[in-house]
């Protein structure tokens, strides 16, 4: 069963469609050993990462980035653990949200798969949840009502991927998407979330609260250096 989408994700789900598309024509698959990877000039560590992440390495930390992402994928699917946070930190263009989604569309091609070998791991096939916080976080785009709906939907969820933190504004000064942030970090203490920010951990008190602080820095944090992609064509 795949999990119910609200109105409010349906721009998401569109969005994250029409990336699908421009980025590949093939459909996700399990049979790794036969993927043939797109060919790179300078093409990540291992298979898995080549066909499931595809990224140029640039810079030293999209290899970081890419072995970050692969420990989460496998830590996930072999359900080691209760539960992992892990907080990527870098600039725009460096590669964060294209691998969040290609992590995304992994976890959802695997996720029967993960079920019936570990089935005793979640209750049922375990759902899977993804959002741009600018648009979840920010009052004036989505009310509190919206956001109630969307944390349920957090609630039920095993694996929660969130992109973006720190782009959602408070243009009347209330508080709310610190309070919001807080919130998702507190139901997430035992599920699986991936967050992307362009704000540093130094900055992250002085965006949000020191309760923020505090819950993001008690995850995995990959600050990384490497530059917008685009700054090495």
């Known amino acids: 069963m795949n999990q119910p989408i609200n109105p409010m994700e349906e721009a998401i789900t569109r969005a994250i469609a029409d ?12 049979s790794l050993p036969d993927a043939k990877p797109k060919e ?27 072995d970050a992402a692969s420990a989460f994928a496998m830590h996930w699917y072999h359900a080691r653990g209760r539960g992992q946070l892990r907080c990527i930190v870098g600039k725009p263009g460096c590669g964060k949200t294209h691998a969040t ?8 091609a695997v996720a029967m798969s993960r079920w019936e070998t570990y089935p005793g791991s979640t209750l049922s096939i375990p759902g899977i949840v993804i959002a741009k916080w600018a648009t979840i976080g920010t009052p004036e785009q989505t009310d509190n009502e919206a956001f109630a709906a969307w944390m349920d939907d957090v609630g039920a969820a095993n694996m929660v ?3 973006d933190i720190g ?67």
């Open 19 to 30: 990336w699908q598309a421009r980025r590949t024509s093939e459909r996700p698959s399990e």
């Open 40 to 66: 790179r000039q300078r093409p990540l560590r291992n298979n898995w990462q080549r066909k499931w992440l595809d990224l140029e390495v640039t810079h030293p930390d999209v290899q970081t980035l890419a």
């Open 101 to 108: 989604m290609k992590l995304w569309l992994w976890a959802r």
């Open 161 to 163: 991927f969130v992109d």
């Open 167 to 233: 782009t959602e504004t408070d243009k009347f000064r209330t508080g709310i998407p610190a309070q919001r942030l807080c919130q998702l970090l507190d139901r997430c203490e035992f599920k699986w979330l991936w967050l992307t920010t362009n704000k540093k951990p130094r900055d992250w008190a002085q965006t949000w609260d020191k309760r923020v602080e505090d819950r993001l820095l008690g995850g995995e944090v990959l600050d990384m250096d490497a530059p917008s992609w685009r700054s090495e064509r």
